[in-house]
């Protein structure tokens, strides 16, 4: 005897879904000026949030519904399998009269107990009910009765004999889905709700973060250059419709780099911030502050009052800006330059023109000395377009090499030997004739293209100084090119590829050269030394002059300024100077040169002092190659300039 499954489910058909399409979405300003979450982006929130309250709201009922039906399906095709069994052992002892044990066979059906909506059935081999345990009933409480069939024929000889079948109405599984239901929709709505604000709150919030860092400087909390613009173009125009002025005020920090370099970067942001709330008391409520970059700030100021107000706010934060800072127990005293531009004039669309002009003013305010302020005039601008003028000349001429160099004399007193040169720069317009260094020098500082210039210097020089044997060849460094990275590098390689010896070599820098980073200059200076390169300070005594730096690193030469020397013969200050750092130079060891020597009685005098070189016109004005090795053929090196009555001079 087998038995073969044969499970039906009945269920209604399910219907269709629809298509939703997106819209493009952009975020958009309200009337205030704030950016906020576009129509598009909502209505895309809103779709999103629909589908996945849908999905919640059918999904789950659908999925317990399927698992309860797959569930019961699994009980009643078990006991239908049994019932068939016990009922194939009892025809297999009476197969003729099998229909006959009614009894027997209510006792096999009763012997699984099962709720009461279950229909037990037996058939004959002609479909006639013989035996049914149960009652099935016809008026279900759904519209469409949902039932569970489950049926196994009994066989004899490969013939069918009965079939045993169970009936099983999924009525209590759809009330239950239907409990189920309601809450899945009670959660599709919240769902909704979340899906729907939440988002669009977080985005609103993340918008207008990013709209505020786009437009205002992180760490102060200021507008940034952008919005100050967009600011500045609008109170420009208001000004043209409405009368009036706009002035515009740029604030630049004097001391702030000290402060980095001292106290470190973290000081330096908390100085930034602790000038912006002194900024802010100076300042009226209708007034814009910025933060422009580094430790620039603007100001916008409109009003009828112009100039006189931009003039009293820029002495308030002159004034307010000069008094210490307290940074974690260090005092700063740093103070501020400022420069006014007022709109007069100016065209009201274009903010640049305006802050480019404060900006000139600022430059002017710092080349009087600093800690002021000053108005903008015409004649700023005709100096900033000769200077760009200027400075496109400039990077030609090194890449035309205009540039030339002249070298001076410079002269032992005690033996009145010519012991070295100096080599100075010179440039020759094509157009304009020659240019001071003073004038183009600290051009080249600005824009970075010292750093070419000072390596053109220094090759050419030690290629020059390679045909002159026996004679030191002194080379000034600017301050900028001392402190680029490398530099020491940059020296070694020149060496090498003239093939001069460090000895010959020697290094002039200015005291300025000392006040950043002392560690990190002083480790360079080493680094030259240990190339053979002898080092001399330049200008000793007219800048920050102190000892200590001749105790940390052993100078080889002191130079002292031609503006001791020119009064050295009348006596008074300059002397009493002149002698005081011959002798500090003798008791330490480090040869001292005059510079600027141009009479005879200071040649003497500075001799009579124990002076050991000299430079000046007085022996030799600077001079081209050619002219020197003339000089040393007339007057070889082991020859003597007599200083009180030889005087060489050179156009």
Request: proline fraction near 5%; charged fraction near 20%; glycine fraction near 8%.
């Amino acid at each position: 005897m087998r038995a073969s499954p044969s499970t039906v489910f009945r269920h209604p058909s399910a219907a269709g879904s629809d298509a939703a399409h997106l819209a493009l979405f952009t975020s958009q300003r309200d009337p205030s000026g704030s950016w906020v979450i576009g129509s598009g982006l909502a209505r895309l929130t809103t779709v999103i949030a629909t589908i996945a309250a849908l999905v919640v709201a059918t999904v789950l009922p659908l999925a317990y519904f399927h698992f309860g039906q797959q569930f019961e399906a699994g009980q009643i095709e078990a006991e239908t399998k049994q019932e068939a069994s016990l009922v194939s052992s009892l025809i297999s002892h009476n197969p003729a009269n099998w229909q006959t044990e009614i009894t027997r066979l209510l006792a096999i059906l009763n012997s699984f107990p099962g709720p009461e909506a279950y229909t037990h059935t037996i058939y004959d081999a002609k479909g006639s009910v013989v035996v049914q345990l149960g009652h099935h009933s016809k008026n279900a409480p759904w519209p469409l009765a949902l039932e569970l069939v489950e049926a196994r024929r009994i066989y004899q000889a490969d013939r069918v004999v009965a079939q045993v079948e169970i009936r099983r109405p999924l009525d209590d599984l759809l009330t239950r889905t239907a409990f189920v239901a309601a809450i899945a929709s009670l959660l599709a709505l919240l769902l909704f709700v979340a899906l729907r604000v939440m988002p669009l709150r977080a985005l609103q919030r993340a918008v207008q973060d990013a709209s505020f860092l786009a437009s205002h400087d992180a760490m102060t909390g200021l507008p940034n250059r952008t919005l100050f613009q967009d600011r500045l173009r609008q109170a420009l125009a208001q000004s043209r419709r409405l009368g009036g002025e706009t002035a515009v005020l740029c604030v630049d920090l004097d001391r702030f780099k000290d402060v980095n370099d001292t106290l470190g970067h973290a000081a330096g942001d908390q100085l930034l911030r602790r000038v912006t709330g002194r900024l802010r008391t100076c300042l009226r409520e209708t007034d814009t502050l910025a933060r422009l970059g580094g430790d620039e700030f603007a100001i916008i100021q409109s009003g009828p009052a112009q100039p006189e107000a931009a003039a009293v706010v820029a002495q308030r934060i002159v004034e307010r800006l000069a008094e210490p800072f307290d940074l974690n127990g260090h005092e700063a005293i740093i103070g501020c330059s400022v420069g006014i531009a007022l709109s007069t004039g100016m065209p009201s669309d274009n903010p640049e023109a305006v802050l480019r002009s404060a900006d000139l003013a600022l430059y002017r305010a710092k080349e009087e000395g600093r800690g002021t302020f000053c108005f903008f005039e015409e004649e700023m601008n005709i100096r900033l377009n000769a200077r760009k003028r200027l400075e496109t000349d400039l990077r030609r001429a090194l890449a035309e090499e205009q540039f030339q160099l002249h070298y001076q004399p410079q002269i032992d007193l005690a033996s009145g030997r010519l012991v070295g040169v100096e080599a100075l720069l010179r440039w020759y317009h094509p157009e304009r004739g020659p240019i001071l260094p003073g004038d183009f020098i600290p051009v080249a500082e600005d824009t970075g293209l010292i750093g070419p210039l000072g390596e053109w210097v220094l090759q050419t020089a030690c290629r020059q100084a390679t045909r002159w044997p026996g004679l030191k060849m002194a080379v000034n460094l600017s301050p900028v090119q001392f402190r680029m990275p490398g530099l020491e590098l940059s020296v070694a390689r020149v060496l090498a590829e003239t093939g001069m010896l460090g000895e010959r070599l020697e290094l002039e820098i200015t005291e300025s050269v000392l006040l950043h980073d002392t560690e990190a200059t002083i480790t360079t200076l080493r680094a030259l030394k240990n190339l053979g390169v002898s080092v001399a300070m330049d200008d000793f005594g007219t800048g920050y002059s102190s000892l200590g730096y001749l105790r940390r690193f052993p100078f080889d030469k002191i130079k002292i300024d031609r503006s001791f020397v020119c009064d050295v013969a009348e006596g008074g200050d300059a002397t009493a100077i002149v002698r005081a750092v011959v002798r500090l130079g003798r008791s330490l060891g480090i040869r001292t040169n005059a510079e600027g020597v141009e009479t005879g009685p200071q040649a003497e005098f500075l001799a009579v002092e124990g002076c050991d070189e000299v430079q000046g016109y007085h022996f030799g004005r600077p001079m081209m190659a050619a002219d020197i090795e003339q000089m040393i053929r007339a007057a070889p090196i082991a020859g003597e300039f007599n200083t009180s009555q030889r005087r060489v001079t050179q156009g």
